[in-house]
């Protein structure tokens, strides 16, 4: 009978990822402590280090045209519910 899968929340990942990085105990140490195969523990590491560039990076900023944009198509919809409902009265 085959073993089952573990599944790591993201939280439990970010966490070996960052002790990883810190540098304080290697890889086969932190292996041991979290029950996680080193070869694991260097993907998240990467993986955490190459997503740092988004926290910062332009790519995460919205332009003003995009943060408005849906506040006036809202505002154009309700005018129209509006009228509607005026229409009705």
């Known amino acids: 009978m085959a073993a089952k899968r573990k599944r790591h929340t993201d939280e439990f990942k ?5 002790e990883a ?7 086969g140490q932190l292996s041991s402590v979290f ?12 993986q955490l ?13 919205k332009t003003e045209e995009e943060l408005t944009a849906p506040l006036y ?8 519910e509006v009228g509607w409902l005026k229409k009705k009265l």
């Open 49 to 61: 280090v190459d997503g740092a560039t988004r926290v910062f990076g332009e790519a995460g900023e």
């Open 73 to 80: 198509e809202q505002i154009g919809r309700l005018q129209v």
């Open 14 to 18: 970010a966490k070996v990822a960052l």
């Open 21 to 27: 990085i810190k540098g304080v105990r290697t890889t």
């Open 35 to 46: 029950g996680v195969h080193p070869t694991q523990i260097t993907h998240w590491k990467r």
